[in-house]
């Protein structure tokens, strides 16, 4: 009995040792796992710091290079006009509906579009004229802000701050022709980017988003004439759409109505819708006025070329040139792909550019993130192809038997 008792002791005593060595061991393996996964999640929170430092610092840059170069001295022969007709609608109580500041066209009649843009230019100009110039800065690089939050909405596997440096090198390379006069122009281009924001976003399923398009065409018909652009790329998705999903978008459609409804919201009605094509007449046409407005030569004209000489490479028309070649390849791309939506947008915007240099601006504000897309769009298949290769590589190697491996014939 005193034998089975010690032996029994001993039992428990050897356990309790077992246990106690099997807890220890344990512990100490799990802390040098958390040490090793510590260190790893270390490693890997630096290098996403670093990363997201790139591409964050890569935009701001960009913006603060934007703004920089819209601080430039007032220089548009047409900041005069604007301010008069502000004046003239204060003192008077009414909406501008013939000329009376030109010589030779008093009484006729005048389509001042952009009155609402007239009166917010006036207000500025008397809060002083670096207050204008800061502002017109801003609304530019908001523009383009506008142009990277769109494309950050495309969803890729390629890392955030690759799309971000992309955009940023593209932008950079798209905005060297950029005017940053003081112009309705710059209000148009922040009216044309929130028009394709609510496209976009109904396309990929926001529905509710919509609702917005015809809002944002009665304040910009109110502001500049070429609010007749919304209006095109409202009816390019209408049709782009069409395409790609063999039907007709009913809400797309109805609200596109709306938009319309929203145009006539103006103070001349009718005549106001008109208006732009009899503008659209003028600049496509081969009249004096066309060849006598620099702004209104097509910056794919030989002549252009050719009078700029040796010049023309360190010309911005250059850059203008070597975007089109890269729109126009994307273009193909979005064939190939099928999406005539994008293939549309970029063949309209082309065509605008053709129309007039001054329409810079616009075409920029579309291709910018529609380039960059499909080139990020290239890229990501290329790493794909190339993990797949890797892939094929690794299970082949795995498959070869070894230099020793077992024969069963033996």
Avoid at 53 to 79: E, N, P, Q, W
Avoid at 292 to 321: C, D, M, Q, R, V
Wanted: hydrophobic share 45%.
């Amino acid at each position: 009995m005193y034998t089975q008792t010690l032996l029994f002791l001993g039992a428990k005593h050897a356990d309790y040792l077992t246990i106690k060595l099997l807890k220890k061991t344990t512990f100490a393996n799990y802390d040098n796992n958390m040490d090793k996964n510590s260190a790893t999640s270390g490693v890997l929170q630096t290098q996403n710091r670093f990363e997201f430092g790139i591409g964050s610092i890569s935009l701001f840059a960009l913006l603060v290079m934007v703004f920089i170069m819209g601080l430039v001295k007032i220089y548009s022969f047409d900041l005069g006009f604007h301010l008069k007709s502000a004046e003239w609608m204060l003192h008077n109580k009414k909406f501008i509906y013939t000329d009376a500041f030109s010589y030779g066209s008093d009484g006729h009649a005048n389509y001042d579009m952009q009155w609402l843009y007239q009166l917010l230019v006036f207000f500025l100009y008397k809060m002083g004229q670096p207050v204008l110039v800061i502002v017109n800065a801003l609304l530019i690089t908001f523009s383009i802000a506008l142009t990277w939050f769109r494309f950050s909405k495309y969803s890729t596997t390629v890392p955030a701050y690759i799309k971000a440096c992309l955009f940023a090198l593209m932008a950079l390379f798209f905005v060297q022709p950029l005017t940053f006069e003081i112009r309705p122009h710059v209000f148009s281009w922040i009216y044309l980017n929130l028009i394709m924001l609510v496209l976009e976003s109904y396309k990929k399923g926001k529905y509710k988003s919509i609702f917005f398009l015809p809002v944002i065409m009665l304040f910009w018909v109110n502001t500049h004439s070429l609010s007749i652009l919304g209006l095109v790329t409202i009816g390019i998705y209408n049709v782009g759409l069409y395409f790609e999903n063999k039907q007709i978008e009913k809400r797309l459609l109805l609200f596109s109505g709306f938009a319309l409804g929203a145009f006539l919201i103006n103070p001349y009605f009718v005549d106001g819708l008109l208006f732009p094509f009899k503008q659209f007449g003028l600049i496509s046409g081969n009249g004096l006025t066309k060849s006598y407005i620099g702004e209104f030569h097509s910056p794919f004209s030989i002549k252009e070329i050719e009078a700029l000489g040796k010049y023309y490479f360190t010309n911005p028309l250059l850059l203008i040139h070597l975007s089109a070649i890269i729109v126009i390849v994307c273009l193909l791309r979005s064939i190939i792909q099928k999406k005539y939506t994008d293939t549309l947008l970029m063949a309209a915007y082309l065509f605008i550019l053709n129309l007039g240099i001054k329409n810079y601006g616009y075409y920029l504000m579309v291709c910018l993130p529609l380039t960059t897309r499909y080139i990020t769009n290239w890229l990501e298949l290329r790493l794909i192809a190339k993990q797949k290769i890797k892939t094929s590589s690794s299970q082949k190697k795995k498959k070869q038997p070894g230099k020793y491996a077992y024969n069963s014939k033996f």
